[in-house]
């Protein structure tokens, strides 16, 4: 079995401020992560993965995230957020990095991210 | 190939009608996935395709249900005599098999609304 806490659902920060969203996942093999972003009316898009490879994650614009194993989480984080960050984040976990399987994805419930300009 | 395809983008049918919908997968991914989004929640597991043979369902995929990948290229979902309780986004996503290592790509949705 496997599921994903997204511990805030909905994060407030400045414009030029750092952003965290935070995650933590169970699973009952080895894991991998994604964080996916979702602006009003779009697609959800892929950010980054974590696929048993180096543990310190980077993404695209800017954003990166680090897998601790001992504290089964997965955090999001960008140095500095822009206006156009503001979206809703989810973070999912699937099993393993075995080729086979279902490889379906289970969602968090997701954090909303606003920027205050 | 630009991506995943879905239609419509919008659908409004009344209690009771019959609704189907289409995705069109990236064309050399052999894996394709159904999900269902409601307001404020995360996307959740419908179903899913290898090629062309339907290899898991979910239990929130009640017998009014249905899904189809005929050939192993575009797929639809087809939903009976629809209740309210059916009103969400429905996301297509691809992938190869091995897709927690080169990632999923998700349609842009079709918004079912059932008055």
């Known amino acids: 079995a496997q599921s994903v806490t997204q511990l805030d659902s909905h994060v407030s920060v400045s414009e030029g401020t750092p952003v965290l969203l935070r995650c933590n996942y169970s699973s009952s093999y080895s894991p991998s992560l994604f964080w996916y972003v979702q602006h009003p009316n779009k697609g959800l898009q892929l950010l980054l993965k974590?696929?048993?490879?180096?543990?310190l994650v980077k993404g695209i614009n800017g954003f990166e995230a680090e897998f601790k194993k001992s504290e089964t989480s997965f955090h999001l984080t960008k140095p500095s957020a822009h206006m156009s960050d503001a979206a809703e984040y989810f973070c999912?976990?699937?099993?393993?990095?075995?080729?086979?399987?279902?490889?379906?994805?289970?969602f968090g419930t997701g954090t909303r991210l606003t920027i205050i300009p | 190939d630009t991506g995943v395809s879905q239609d419509p983008r919008h659908k409004i049918t009344k209690r009771g009608q019959n609704v189907t919908f289409r995705c069109d997968p990236i064309s050399e991914h052999n894996r394709l996935y159904w999900y269902r989004q409601t307001l404020g929640q995360g996307p959740e597991f419908l179903t899913y395709f290898q090629n062309e043979a339907q290899l898991e369902k979910s239990r929130l995929l009640s017998d009014r249900f249905s899904a189809e990948r005929p050939k192993g290229s575009f797929s639809t979902l087809e939903i009976q005599r629809t209740e309210q309780g059916d009103s969400a986004m429905y996301l297509c996503?691809?992938?190869?098999?091995?897709?927690?290592?080169?990632?999923?790509?998700f349609g842009s949705g079709t918004r079912l609304t059932v008055v």
């Open positions: 996503a691809s992938s190869l098999a091995g897709g927690k290592r080169d990632g999923y790509t």
């Open positions: 999912v976990v699937t099993q393993g990095a075995s080729n086979f399987g279902n490889e379906k994805l289970t």
């Open positions: 974590y696929t048993s490879a180096a543990t």
